[in-house]
């Protein structure tokens, strides 16, 4: 089994090294916290050092593969320590198995899909990109990189949504939609025409409020 570690220690890191030991599909070894000290212990894991030892500690042996344990709350952070480790490191990628995922879907490196997802036929996930518990992408719709779908949000078929994108918990997305890049939806939102400007939509159906 590959070594596994986590950039970030805290709910998500742990959630992810729940899932890579406990449905098969790597060894977690530890995280990279740069708030923490190296040698500290988080969750059973040790601290590797801070987001300035990975390529090291890499060279070194002490993990295979990597995935980022930082929320919705820091896409941008995401988004960065992706776009300067992708090309020196390998990413991991977990797709719990009690997920369907058609043998048409394409994923990309880095992606942590959660127990109980559907991923229909043709349906693409870009590098980076989390599916949290219970989401459904229904056919040939697209997911671009480093956005993260909450808890059972449903997109229908046909839908085209862009990087950096976090749509809140129970949203909805209707068919043949595009949803651009940096929109944020609140929870609930039922998405039932184009999101083209960056922020935040909430409500049924789903209006802009507000910039981010």
């Not at 995922?101 to 490196?109: L, W």
């Not at 880095?110 to 109980?116: E, K, S, T």
């Not at 990087?163 to 129970?170: H, P």
């Not at 944020?184 to 209006?207: D, R």
Request: aromatic fraction near 10%; charge should be neutral; hydrophobic fraction near 40%.
């Amino acid at each position: 089994m590959k070594k596994l570690a986590i950039i970030g220690s805290g709910d998500l890191g742990q959630q992810i090294a729940y899932h890579a030991l406990h449905d098969g599909h790597y060894e977690p070894v530890g995280f990279f916290d740069d708030w923490l000290t190296k040698g500290e212990i988080k969750h059973q894991l040790s601290i590797l050092g801070g987001s300035f030892d990975i390529e090291s500690e890499f060279k070194n042996g002490t993990f295979d593969c990597l995935m980022i344990g930082i929320g919705y709350k820091h896409l941008a952070k995401r988004k960065e320590l992706f776009e300067q480790y992708k090309d020196l490191v390998p990413f991991g990628t977990i797709i719990h198995s009690s997920s369907y995922v058609d043998k048409s879907v394409k994923v990309g490196k880095g992606v942590f899909i959660y127990p109980g997802c559907t991923l229909d036929m043709n349906v693409e996930i870009g590098d980076n990109v989390l599916l949290n518990v219970g989401c459904v992408i229904a056919h040939d719709s697209r997911i671009g990189k480093g956005s993260f779908m909450s808890p059972a949000v449903k997109v229908a078929g046909f839908v085209k949504i862009g990087e950096s994108v976090n749509l809140g918990i129970g949203t909805c997305v209707i068919d043949n939609l595009t949803i651009g890049d940096y929109v944020k939806t609140g929870g609930g939102a039922v998405v039932i025409e184009h999101l083209n400007e960056p922020g935040l939509y909430v409500g049924v159906p789903a209006k802009f409020k507000k910039s981010l």
